[in-house]
Nanobody, 121 residues
């Protein structure tokens, strides 16, 4: 089991930046950020596999969002720049403790409660 605690959401104007944080209760195999906008399905935003240090980003955020990790603080960050109104969503941190078959964009076992990001035009 792992608990995930997100923070850093808020309201910002288009073009602005936010940094989301996620603190796991223990070490994990991989972690990622997913989002769900009102009336839409949840979508993968970014994911990191810690052993290989490989990261993935959705096409919609590539070049604007960046994953980083603070090993001392055991925290995963999602730096979000050049935010757009279409980035408005509840953002969820997710994690796996062991490898699983499948795409980077699915197959997460543990989820945080989410943090809301609102981008106004």
């Amino acid at each position: 089991q792992v608990q995930l605690k997100e923070s850093g959401g808020g309201s910002v104007q288009a073009g602005g930046s936010l940094r989301l944080s996620c603190v796991p209760s223990r070490s994990t195999y991989s972690m990622g950020w997913f989002r769900q906008a009102p009336g839409k399905e949840r979508e993968a935003v970014a994911r990191i596999y810690f052993r290989s240090r490989v990261t993935y980003y959705s096409d919609s955020v590539k070049g604007r969002f960046t994953l980083s990790q603070d090993n001392t603080a055991n925290t995963l960050y999602l730096q979000m720049n050049s935010l757009k109104p279409e980035d408005t969503a509840m953002y969820y941190c997710a994690a796996n403790l062991i490898p699983k078959a499948g795409s980077w964009s699915n197959g997460m076992d543990y989820w945080g409660k989410g943090t809301l990001v609102t981008v106004s035009s």
